[in-house]
């Protein structure tokens, strides 16, 4: 499973909390990414980070913003979660060599009342 | 940005029979093209990839093949067990950040 683990896995906030959720890696691998996955929409990117500090928006980063001062760690953060970004959160590393191929983490279910 | 389309989105086959799955992309430059299965509940799980100077690829059941020229590339899965029974989905990727685009799944069910 590439190393990738994600932490919470579940999680059920109120509208207007923020939320932070981690994605973390052992491999060191230097691209890591961000999608929510909903009904209807497969897989869609937020964000993503191409190294220490460097991060770049995705397709639906509005509401979201990330962090990563780590190579191991890249965050996710809601900093006012609405109802509308209740989703399952799905980290990814880049690991291929040749083809560029991405893994995913376990998933985070998250829920906004 | 890039656009991607899949079909059908349910398909429905018997055991031993074969099942095709097709998507489309917009983009020209995007030229890698992997195939992910999602079971439910499970993350998505990378089953086979093509890059956009193959034309087609092949691991013991699964196929894919890539139609540069029309924008669609297609997965192919011959003689289907039970266990193929899960959410597919198609997606292509361009530029240094391999930003992947997802289309919409397809799920497929092998009944006995």
């Known amino acids: 499973d590439a190393g990738i683990t994600q932490s919470p896995r579940h999680k059920v906030t109120e509208t207007g909390t923020p939320v932070t959720l981690r994605c973390h890696q052992t491999?060191?691998?230097?691209?890591m990414y961000w999608y929510r996955q909903d009904p209807g929409h497969g897989l869609r990117l937020i964000h993503y980070?191409?190294?220490?500090?460097?991060?770049d928006k995705g397709e639906v980063s509005d509401g979201y913003s990330v962090s990563r001062s780590k190579t191991e760690d890249f965050l996710l953060t809601l900093e006012s979660a609405t109802s509308s970004q209740t989703s399952v959160y799905f980290c990814a590393i880049r690991g291929g060599l040749i083809y560029n191929e991405q893994f995913f983490g376990p998933g985070t279910r998250l829920t906004v009342l | 940005g890039e656009n991607v389309e899949q079909h059908p989105s349910t398909l429905s086959v018997q055991e031993g029979d074969s099942a095709v799955i097709k998507c489309t992309y917009s983009?020209?430059?995007?030229?890698?093209f992997p195939w992910y299965k999602q079971e439910l509940g499970k993350r998505p799980q990378l089953i086979i990839d093509?890059?956009?100077?193959?034309g087609e690829k092949k691991d013991q059941r699964i196929a894919v093949t890539l139609n540069k020229t029309a924008k669609h590339f297609s997965l192919h899965i011959t003689e289907t067990q039970p266990e193929d029974s899960a959410v597919y989905f198609c997606a292509a990727s361009t530029g240094t950040a391999s930003k992947l685009t997802f289309g919409t799944g397809t799920r497929l069910q092998v009944t006995l």
């Open positions: 980070s191409y190294g220490v500090k460097d991060t």
């Open positions: 093509i890059r956009s100077n193959v």
């Open positions: 983009d020209s430059a995007s030229n890698y």
């Open positions: 491999e060191n691998h230097r691209y």
